[in-house]
């Protein structure tokens, strides 16, 4: 099964810059996502690792060390509409890759 | 590209009654999941499918829920009879080609919401 853990609420201030750092423990594994979700809308698809090391994506990045289990989602220059829950995600492998497991989200308000 | 479909966005029933929630998938994406979502117990994979065929069910909460997936384009879920207890909001989720495919994130539809009284 998969385990995962990411703290239930951060804030921060616009500009500033905000990590939210996921841990799991899985029985598989096949990749990392990060979810955003904007309260009464779906979540939308912010990165992917699966390699050790940071990836980057405009103001966003995304950081994973499976040896650790660890990853963390860096926000740099913070704006209101940032205001939203992050989701950590683990896709399993082998007969069930394609299954992936969410954590409960990290709820990031972001104040002027 | 259209994104997911799900229908209806909102339902409003009571207990003991049929719920179908519909979806549609991104045409080409050959994986499909049904997720449920609530403040207590956050997001849920209930069940996947990998062309058309169920994968893994084993988050299907009772013998009340069941899904189909007739083909590429559609699938349903059911829950018959309904409990106060189903209220959540319901999302179907497509991936793309392949099981597990790296880097293939999922495309969430919008959600139904249900209020089961």
């Known amino acids: 099964g998969q385990n995962i853990d990411q703290p239930t609420e951060m804030t921060a201030t616009e500009g500033a810059i905000v990590q939210i750092n996921c841990t799991y423990q899985?029985?598989?594994?096949?990749?990392l996502f990060w979810y955003q979700q904007h309260a009464g809308e779906a979540p939308t698809f912010l990165s992917y690792n699966v390699l050790d090391g940071l990836e980057e994506k405009g103001r966003f990045s995304s950081f994973l060390s499976r040896s650790k289990g660890y990853s963390y989602l860096l926000l740099k220059e913070l704006q209101m509409k940032d205001s939203a829950s992050y989701l950590c995600a683990v896709r399993d492998q082998g007969t069930n890759a394609g299954k992936s497991t969410f954590g409960d989200g990290t709820t990031l308000t972001v104040k002027p | 590209d259209a994104g997911v479909i799900q229908s209806p966005r909102h339902e409003v029933t009571e207990m003991g009654q049929e719920v179908t929630l519909r979806c549609k998938p991104i045409s080409g994406h050959n994986s499909l999941f049904w997720y449920r979502q609530t403040m207590m117990r956050g997001l849920e994979l209930l069940i996947y499918?990998?062309?058309?065929?169920?994968?893994?069910d084993s988050g299907m909460p009772e013998d009340r829920f069941s899904a189909k997936m007739p083909n590429a384009s559609f699938s349903t879920l059911k829950i018959q009879p309904s409990e106060p207890r189903d209220s959540a909001v319901y999302f179907c989720?497509?991936?793309?080609?392949?099981?597990?495919?790296?880097?293939?994130?999922?495309?969430f539809g919008n959600g139904t919401r249900l209020t089961v009284t």
């Open positions: 899985t029985s598989g594994f096949n990749g």
């Open positions: 499918f990998n062309n058309n065929v169920p994968i893994d």
């Open positions: 989720a497509s991936g793309g080609l392949g099981t597990g495919t790296p880097g293939s994130p999922l495309h």
